[in-house]
């Protein structure tokens, strides 16, 4: 089944504690993104990749990191998560075959508490 | 400055149409327009695409004026299933190309 997973789906953390949320998909698509949901806000992106090893900022990329080492794989870090990084995350992947408009598959989302 | 807006909320009833509207003047030329529907505690899932004129799947209709800088989500017949939040997403072309997300528009079907 086609599919982007991520985990956790839940976690408690403390300020300041390094935290990786991780992300896969199996649909061999090029193109991977981080969101977060805030209420009132809509989605808003933090990072997005173009393909291995190409990762570039989005809207609110502060306090957040990402790697692509593999094509599979998007992982978000927060090295020093605080309480304003408390959110609903959701990763997403599309192929690029027609440009950056193809259909985005979303995860099932993690929330985040930071106390 | 590139921005997608739509309402914020909709309450509508059982069995009739809604029709949900995005403003995006700052659209790229050859950019689509894409409607998303996201449940609660569930990522969004895409409802319908579509450049100009009329789409129709069978989820929903999507409308598009000739210059483009607004678009409609037709929901046909609407059930309580209906009930969701649907996101607009645009792409713009500024000194670079950005997909922008419209707020989102919580809609909400009554009995």
């Known amino acids: 089944e086609a599919q982007v997973t991520q985990n956790p789906r839940y976690l408690i953390t403390v300020t300041g504690k390094k935290l990786t949320v991780t992300c896969s998909q199996n649909?061999?698509?090029?193109?991977m993104s981080w969101y977060r949901q805030d209420p009132g806000l809509g989605l808003r992106q933090i990072y997005y990749?173009?393909?291995?090893?190409?990762?570039d900022k989005g809207d609110v990329p502060e306090g957040y990191k990402v790697s692509r080492k593999e094509k599979r794989n998007f992982p978000l870090i927060l090295e020093s998560p605080s309480p304003n990084q408390t959110s609903l995350y959701f990763c997403?992947?599309?192929?690029?075959?027609?440009?950056?408009?193809?259909?985005?598959?979303f995860g099932p989302g993690t929330r985040l508490l930071v106390l | 400055l590139a921005k997608t807006t739509q309402p914020i909320s909709m309450d509508s009833y059982e069995g009739q149409e809604v029709n949900i509207t995005c403003s995006h003047n700052n659209i790229a030329t050859n950019d689509y327009i894409t409607w998303y529907q996201q449940f609660p505690s569930q990522g969004p899932r895409f409802i319908i695409q579509?450049?100009?004129?009329?789409v129709t799947n069978e989820v929903a209709s999507l409308f598009i004026p000739a210059d483009r800088k607004s678009s409609t989500l037709s929901l046909p017949r609407v059930s309580l299933s209906d009930t969701a939040v649907y996101y607009c997403?645009?792409?713009?072309?500024?000194?670079?190309?950005?997909?922008?997300w419209g707020a989102g528009t919580k809609l909400i079907i009554k009995p």
């Open positions: 579509g450049y100009k004129t009329k």
């Open positions: 997403l645009v792409g713009y072309m500024d000194s670079n190309y950005q997909l922008i």
């Open positions: 649909m061999n698509h090029e193109y």
């Open positions: 997403a992947s599309s192929s690029l075959a027609g440009g950056l408009q193809e259909t985005q598959y």
């Open positions: 990749s173009m393909n291995v090893e190409v990762t």
